[in-house]
């Protein structure tokens, strides 16, 4: 079982950065793979970034490349989504989630395979 709570959304202005955290608990962190990804009110949940469970692999949608950095560290329970040059229609509900994997390389955009959902944080950004 995984608990996953985000946190460092807020009200920014175009251009800006943010940078958001997700916290897990659990013993088991470091074999998830983690994804970040968003929902925009009257759109459908939207594919951000993911992150391999050692790190060593990373993926992003076309649109945030360039712009947003996914991390984590194992040793704090934490994955992170950098997110810079911020623009209006960055504004959603940004939500983390894991992905059990035995492979060190794995990651997906596919929201349904995650397993486990954080909260979600609110993003706005105004023009």
């Known amino acids: 079982q995984v608990q996953l709570v985000e946190s460092g959304g807020g009200l920014v202005q175009a251009g800006g950065s943010l940078r958001l955290s997700c916290a897990a608990s659990g013993r088991t962190f470091s074999s998830y793979a983690m994804g970040w990804f968003r929902q925009a009110p009257g759109k459908e949940r939207e594919f951000v970034a993911a992150?391999?469970?050692?790190?060593?692999?990373?993926d992003y949608a076309d649109s945030m490349k360039g712009r947003f950095t996914i991390s984590r560290d194992n040793a704090k329970n934490t994955v992170y989504l950098q997110m810079n040059s911020l623009k209006p229609e960055d504004t959603a509900v940004y939500y983390c989630?894991?992905?059990?994997?035995?492979?060190?390389?794995?990651?997906?955009?596919?929201?349904?395979?995650?397993?486990?959902w954080g909260q979600g944080t609110q993003v706005t950004v105004s023009s």
């Open positions: 992150i391999s469970w050692s790190g060593g692999t990373t």
């Open positions: 989630a894991g992905l059990y994997s035995g492979r060190s390389g794995y990651t997906s955009r596919n929201h349904h395979l995650y397993d486990y």
